[in-house]
Structure formats: C-alpha cells, structure tokens
C-alpha cells in the first residue's frame, strides 16, 4: 500500500527506472550476470543526472548572475547607504546562502523565504531578487536588479532617495 508520509514517491520511480535498465542489461548479459545490475545502477544515476540537469543549470546561472550583480550593488548600497536599505530575497536554504555570502562579501541584508510568503506577498517571480526600501519604511523598488527595462542605476537610486525625501518632509508639515 502506498504511504503518503514516506518518502515511497521517490523510491517507486527510481525503483522503476533501475528495472527497466536491468531487464534491458540482462536481456543483453543473462539474468544473473553480475555486470547487468551494475550497468543498471551506472545508467540509473546516468538517468537521473539527466533528469536533474535543467535545475541544476538554472541554478548555477543564478548563481552567476548573483555574483555579478554584487559589484554594482555594493557600490549603491555604499554611495546610498545611508538613504535606504537594500534586502536581497532568497527561497535557498540557510547554509547555502550563508556559505555563498562567505565566498561573495556582501554589504546587504539578504531574506530567505524559504516557505514562499514573500515571494507571494510581493510577486517575487525569480531570483535574484531586491527590495529597496526607504527609511520611511516603504518599498521603493523591487525587481531584478539587472533586468533589461527596469535596471536598478545610480538615475534610478538617485530619483528613489529625491522621492523618499519630498514625501517624508510632506509627512512632517
């Protein structure tokens, strides 16, 4: 019977995948031939390697893009810093993360939401992802900080702070 609290959602089709790539080795070397399980279990890992490519390159370019966004908003965050914070949002797990920022220093606040609220709250589509957010406590901007049409520039942080600061001296008469 199948267990829906087991991890059997996984080890059926893996199971399965292992046999078809038996019966097909054994076809070829005999039943008990030695060499048909191992083939079996090389090409089963073969199999799931390719299955777990698309995410795995989807990852890495991430990765890559997270790097090479860092220059840029170290320099916001350090010529700004003292007009607005900028929180990078993560759904990565915690050491992951932490270990990334060992490797690429970084002068920003990062967000991990790993159960997704945020991402639904604010229409997060991908990562990486920023907010910017004003002293006076309101999201200024939000994106991806090196999207084509919505870039975060020093015109862009420069016009974020001038409206920070007219609103919040409208705020105080």
């Keep these: 019977m199948f267990d829906f609290f087991s991890l059997d959602f996984v080890y059926y089709p893996v199971s399965w995948i292992m046999w078809a790539w ?11 031939s030695f060499f048909a399980w191992a083939l079996s279990v090389m090409f ?16 890495i370019r ?9 220059p840029q908003i170290k320099a916001l965050q350090k010529k700004y810093g003292k007009d607005l914070v900028v929180i990078g949002v ?10 990334f920022m060992k490797t690429t220093p970084m002068n920003y606040y990062v967000a991990i939401d790993r159960s997704h609220n945020l ?5 997060i589509q991908s990562i990486p992802h920023a907010l910017v957010i004003t002293p006076d406590h309101i999201v200024r901007w939000q994106g991806f ?3 084509r049409g919505d870039i975060l ?12 600061k007219r609103s919040t001296v409208a705020m105080r008469r």
């Design 62 to 70: 991430t990765t890559r893009q997270m790097q090479e966004l860092q």
């Design 119 to 123: 991402y639904r709250q604010i229409g």
């Design 145 to 147: 900080p090196d999207l």
């Design 90 to 99: 993560s759904d990565e797990d915690p050491q992951k993360v932490a270990k």
């Design 153 to 164: 520039t020093e015109e862009v942080m420069a016009n974020i702070i001038a409206t920070s």
């Design 44 to 59: 089963l890992v073969f199999t799931l390697r390719a299955l777990l490519y698309k995410p795995f390159v989807r990852q």
């Design 22 to 32: 038996y019966k097909l080795f054994a076809a070829l070397l005999g039943p008990s």
